[in-house]
């Protein structure tokens, strides 16, 4: 007859967190740097923004513009496909600017709606000189109103000799989106600009959606988002790091049910922002609403920092907080650039507009942040929980913040579940 053991815990967790001072206290400004914007990239080396941006024949173009919103014109005004244009990335050089490309024969209001930047159906891969001047078609995926293919989010190596994108293979059952991949590329620049060597991933139990972001310091890892978990939704997306040589995957996010996208590496490779929408409510998001494209009127996000090893998550926007100066009412943060210097961030947001005929606009801003209140995680209180176990199987959770504690005695307990908040927990184990 094995004994019981009955754990009594005391827990003391310190609950982080900063005071507000005229808005989230990690952020010191959030400026508006313009209208209708969406995807963005921040080149680093002539330190201009490549963006999208709808114009009134209601397709997105690339544009290019200062940080401080001056200066805009438009790279794909002409030269390329006259449909939607968007997802930008700037070449580290700052002499080239990929992005995707809707086909000029995918025509038709649904087409349209479902090639518009960031879902990149029945879209390839190009890339143009900085001046708009020269383009190159990179990919060649022929239109289909069947089972279409797609591409997204296209990103270049630090030392630009590689490209990073996701695309759409073909339909897929059981799957809102269909089945994707990451595929990274040699990106040759000599004698006009090609890809060559495309290597193909899909990590994870799924093979269902994938989201390229970023490539690590030094280039041996790329940053991505998916729903690499059976059973979840693409709405339940997670942040993840592959390495390309060990095929090494690190899950960054375990939020099941929550929407993480769009991380990028701050330029020391020190920290990660992405957007999420954790500690909101109850989004609702079904099949049908991610199948036919209506999740947007659901969804609502913020801006997040952790660590580049997945801690110390913190959420920098608070622009769904009525309380809060930021509130705009229902906000997707969307993509986001790091400043070349790592203070700032610019970030698209999308906001409920019953003005606009869509039912919503979309903006840049900036946002400036204060790392000195980033680095304190000053402590706004203390509680305290008194457990007391008795069941082997018993796996306790308990948030804000979300804590698992792990219970077993060495002998005939097994471990499952994880502690990981760096905070005090003391164990006193009494023979029953």
């Given at each position: 007859m094995r004994k019981?053991?009955?754990?009594?815990?005391?827990?003391?967790?310190?609950i982080t967190g900063c005071a507000r001072q005229g808005g989230n206290s990690r952020t010191m400004a959030i400026t508006t740097v313009t209208e209708y914007g969406k995807s963005l990239d921040w080149c680093h080396t002539n330190n201009l923004i490549a963006f999208g941006k709808m114009g009134d024949d209601s397709y997105y173009d690339v544009y290019v513009m200062n940080p401080?919103?001056?200066?805009?014109?438009?790279?794909?005004?002409?030269?390329?496909?006259?449909?939607?244009?968007?997802?930008?990335?700037?070449?580290?050089?700052?002499?080239?600017?990929?992005?995707?490309?809707?086909?000029?024969?995918?025509?038709?209001?649904?087409?349209?709606?479902?090639?518009?930047?960031?879902?990149?159906?029945?879209?390839?891969?190009?890339?143009?000189?900085?001046?708009?001047?020269?383009?190159?078609?990179?990919?060649?995926?022929?239109?289909?109103?069947?089972?279409?293919?797609?591409?997204?989010?296209?990103?270049?190596s630090h030392d630009g000799n590689k490209l990073l994108w996701a695309e759409r293979l073909q339909n897929k059952r059981g799957t809102s989106w269909g089945e994707w991949a990451l595929k990274v590329?040699?990106?040759?620049?000599?004698?006009?600009?090609?890809?060559?060597?495309?290597?193909?991933?899909?990590?994870?139990?799924?093979?269902?959606?994938?989201?390229?972001?970023?490539f690590s310091e030094d280039d041996p890892k790329i940053l991505f988002s998916g729903n690499l978990v059976a059973d979840q939704l693409e709405s339940g997306l997670d942040i993840y790091e592959l390495d390309l040589k060990t095929?090494?995957?690190?899950?960054?996010?375990?939020?099941?049910?929550?929407?993480?996208?769009?991380?990028?590496?701050?330029?020391?490779?020190?920290?990660?922002?992405?957007?999420?929408?954790?500690?909101?409510?109850?989004?609702?998001?079904?099949?049908?609403?991610?199948?036919?494209?209506?999740?947007?009127?659901?969804?609502?996000?913020?801006?997040?920092?952790?660590?580049?090893?997945?801690?110390?998550?913190?959420?920098?926007?608070?622009?769904?907080?009525?309380?809060?100066?930021?509130?705009?009412?229902?906000?997707?943060?969307?993509?986001?650039?790091?400043?070349?210097?790592?203070?700032?961030?610019?970030a698209t947001i999308a906001y409920k507009n019953l003005k606009n005929r869509r039912g919503y606009s979309s903006r840049i801003v900036?946002?400036?942040?204060?790392?000195?209140?980033?680095?304190?995680?000053?402590?706004?209180?203390?509680?305290?929980l008194t457990l007391g176990i008795t069941d082997e199987q018993t796996k306790i959770s308990w948030g804000l913040p979300v804590v698992t504690v792990l219970l077993f005695d060495f002998l005939k307990w097994q471990p499952f579940g994880g502690w990981n908040f760096s905070n005090s927990i003391n164990f006193l184990f009494i023979e029953v």
């Open positions: 019981n053991v009955m754990a009594v815990i005391v827990i003391v967790v310190l401080d919103g001056s200066n805009e014109r438009c790279l794909t005004c002409s030269g390329c496909p006259q449909r939607h244009n968007g997802n930008p990335a700037w070449h580290p050089s700052g002499e080239y600017i990929v992005f995707t490309a809707q086909n000029e024969d995918a025509v038709g209001d649904e087409i349209d709606r479902i090639a518009i930047p960031g879902r990149g159906v029945n879209c390839n891969l190009w890339v143009a000189t900085n001046d708009g001047t020269t383009f190159w078609q990179l990919t060649n995926h022929k239109t289909s109103f069947i089972n279409p293919k797609g591409i997204i989010h296209p990103q270049f590329a040699d990106f040759i620049s000599d004698d006009g600009c090609h890809l060559d060597n495309i290597q193909v991933y899909q990590p994870g139990e799924t093979s269902s959606f994938y989201e390229s972001h970023a095929q090494q995957l690190t899950r960054l996010t375990e939020t099941f049910e929550d929407w993480d996208e769009h991380a990028h590496y701050s330029p020391d490779g020190q920290r990660i922002a992405w957007m999420s929408s954790t500690n909101l409510e109850n989004l609702g998001i079904t099949f049908d609403d991610l199948r036919y494209q209506t999740w947007g009127l659901k969804l609502k996000t913020e801006l997040w920092i952790m660590d580049a090893n997945g801690s110390n998550k913190q959420q920098l926007t608070s622009f769904n907080d009525p309380e809060n100066p930021e509130y705009s009412g229902n906000v997707i943060v969307s993509d986001s650039a790091w400043s070349p210097d790592g203070t700032k961030i610019a900036l946002i400036e942040l204060d790392f000195q209140e980033i680095a304190s995680q000053k402590p706004l209180g203390v509680r305290f």
